[in-house]
């Protein structure tokens, strides 16, 4: 296996990516997916994406001598491994085989798939949503892959495949826990640092909680709850501040709300759509600056049960109808449960012959209108 650096323009903006890539010797299938940043996490859980996809686990792997794995070169080929690459070697039951320093040759079936895929794959510059969406092309790609046959080579790539995963070893029944874990105390912020960046968790000072980092996302755990789930941010000494963890504290002081971090980093983030301002522009006219901002806050908090897209459309639904009221929203994302469903018509049998005909008031009104003609 081996990094490579390549290019995408992930939601409209173009940047660097470390790829992952895994190669077979024997049938040429390869895997390939990308990461933000080439750290020990992505590095493992690459691993486990890879057996995933060629359905069983390799008897032994190649490596570079890559600091997620290697720790110290020793004399030769003996190599002193990480901890957690020993342990997730002896999860998985692989054995590491390292090139000698700078010999890139050694692993060069993996270093010209690497240059194909790029030919192939990365050009022209591959364009995506967001790393999820892209990771499914390049699997998608991988795929395609399988259809070409290797000069030199009588069957397909997936052919080939295919009579290579009887060899290999059967996966685990459960995944390595690929979390980075530490135990950090919640800080009079209301934050708990992790690594060198602070992070938001609705929970009170002094809290101590269980902060797992993973290759995209920090998770903060208490009592055996998910609290918190962030992005993970990679510069350093950062606040990440997720709105909702502040609500609470907002509602008392609603004169902050305008002004304050958590709002202000949900505003560059793209998640604060303009209808949340208008409601709440509405609502500070109609109710005044303190209790049009409480109103506005009370509707935030709807989000945690029905979900940010669905608030946001019932918002927009109030705006779209001239109503600019708090209890307005909360009845439009109530709406369907308060639908009934109609009753089929029962056969009552002989009650049929109780059946009036309803009564026509159009005569009633001519009869008024008689009345009120002299």
């Not at 092309?137 to 290797?150: K, M, P, S, V």
């Not at 080939?160 to 912020?189: C, K, M, W, Y």
């Not at 909702?244 to 509602?251: A, F, I, K, N, P």
Request: charged share 25%.
């Amino acid at each position: 296996m081996d990094w490579y650096e390549a290019y995408a323009d992930v939601a409209s903006e173009r940047i660097k990516l470390q790829v992952f890539a895994m190669r077979s010797m024997a049938s040429g299938a390869a895997f390939h997916c990308a990461y933000l940043h080439a750290t020990q996490q992505a590095f493992l859980e690459a691993h486990e994406r890879a057996f995933s996809y060629f359905g069983g686990v390799f008897h032994k792997l190649r490596y570079d001598n890559l600091a997620s794995a290697v720790r110290k070169i020793l004399r030769g080929h003996r190599r002193e491994e990480t901890a957690r690459f020993v342990a997730f070697r002896s999860h998985w039951r692989f054995e590491a085989e390292f090139c000698t320093p700078a010999e890139a040759h050694e692993k060069g079936g993996i270093e010209g798939e690497a240059g194909y895929f790029r030919r192939n794959h990365w050009v022209p510059v591959p364009q995506a949503a967001d790393l999820a969406a892209l990771n499914r092309q390049l699997c998608n790609a991988c795929q395609q892959d399988e259809h070409r046959r290797i000069a030199g080579r009588e069957q397909t790539v997936g052919t080939s495949l295919v009579i290579e995963r009887e060899h290999l070893l059967p996966l685990a029944e459960e995944g390595f826990d690929l979390a980075q874990t530490s135990f950090p105390t919640v800080n009079g912020l209301g934050c708990a640092k992790v690594l060198t960046n602070a992070y938001s968790v609705p929970l009170p000072a002094g809290v101590q909680v269980q902060a797992k980092v993973y290759a995209s996302t920090v998770e903060l755990w208490h009592d055996g709850q998910c609290v918190a789930r962030h992005e993970r941010c990679y510069r350093r000494q950062q606040q990440i501040l997720d709105l909702e963890h502040y609500l609470d504290v907002l509602y008392r002081k609603p004169g902050a709300m305008a002004g304050s971090k958590p709002l202000e980093q949900r505003r560059q983030a793209g998640l604060w759509p303009p209808s949340f301002d208008r409601i709440w522009q509405a609502l500070m006219e109609r109710h005044g600056k303190q209790s049009g901002t409480r109103q506005m806050i009370e509707l935030l908090k709807l989000a945690a049960k029905h979900g940010e897209p669905q608030l946001q459309g019932a918002i927009e639904l109030a705006l779209a109808s001239h109503c600019y009221d708090a209890a307005a929203v909360r009845h439009l994302l109530h709406a369907e449960e308060l639908r009934h469903a109609w009753c089929e018509a029962v056969d009552v049998g002989a009650l049929e012959r109780y059946a009036r005909p309803v009564p026509a008031m159009h005569e009633y009104d001519q009869l008024l209108s008689a009345g009120a003609a002299p």
